[in-house]
T-cell receptor
């Protein structure tokens, strides 16, 4: 079957760096995306990797290794407002976008 | 402002009473989709539409209907709601189906079916 695995929860302190991993098992692959969702809010798009390597957008970076079926989201200089759930999503060979179950990030002062 | 608008935001209803959740986007996007979000299960796709008059089932379509008569609107219809449809629903859109990795979500509709 198809699956995306990410840790259920991660904690860190303000100013720190945190990495949220995502491993996927899908039939076909057309890119890995990351979304942020605050409690009670809508998912918002953060980053997208179609090819191997690192994509940087401000404090957030995303990495992809297609040979390892693995990616991660890197959050630097953590702020309290980064406390949220983070979802990875893969567009598979059937052209569906499959979401992981999410990683809850708690940032402490 | 570019956005996806869902209504209502909150809805409490009873089993069997037909309801419609509206979704509208002002970005001229071709691709629209409905998801439900349940604790521990992430986002699961209900139905999607690649363009006007083109709709297809997602992973959990049972008990739902959709229509796409206009590009901007994609309503979700529950003909006979049941308690297992109590959930948080999101409408989303992307420029085209090829760009579905980048989707814009509405604020969500929290539905309770008693």
């Amino acid at each position: 079957g198809q699956s995306l695995e990410q840790p259920s929860e991660v904690t860190a302190v303000e100013g720190a760096i945190v990495q949220i991993n995502c491993t996927y098992q899908t039939s076909g692959f057309y890119g890995l995306s990351w979304y942020q969702q605050h409690d009670g809010g809508a998912p918002t798009f953060l980053s997208y990797n179609a090819l191997d390597g690192l994509e940087e957008t401000g404090r957030f970076s995303s990495f992809l290794s297609r040979s390892d079926s693995y990616g991660y989201l890197l959050l630097q200089e953590l702020q309290m407002k980064d406390s949220a759930s983070y979802f990875c999503a893969v567009r598979d060979g059937t052209d569906k976008l499959i979401f992981g179950t999410g990683t809850r990030l708690q940032v402490f002062p | 402002e570019a956005q996806v608008t869902q209504n209502p935001r909150y809805l409490i209803t009873v089993t069997g009473k037909k309801l419609t959740v509206t979704c509208s986007q002002n970005m001229n996007h071709e691709y629209m989709s409905w998801y439900r979000q349940d604790p521990g299960l992430g986002l699961r796709q209900i139905y999607y539409s690649m363009n006007v008059e083109v709709t297809d089932k997602g992973d959990v379509p049972e008990g739902y209907k959709v229509s796409r008569k206009e590009k901007r609107n994609f309503p979700l219809i529950l003909e006979s709601p049941s308690p297992n449809q109590t959930s948080l629903y999101f409408c989303a859109s992307s420029l085209t189906h090829l760009a579905k990795n980048i989707q814009y979500f509405g604020a969500g509709t929290r539905l309770s079916v008693l």
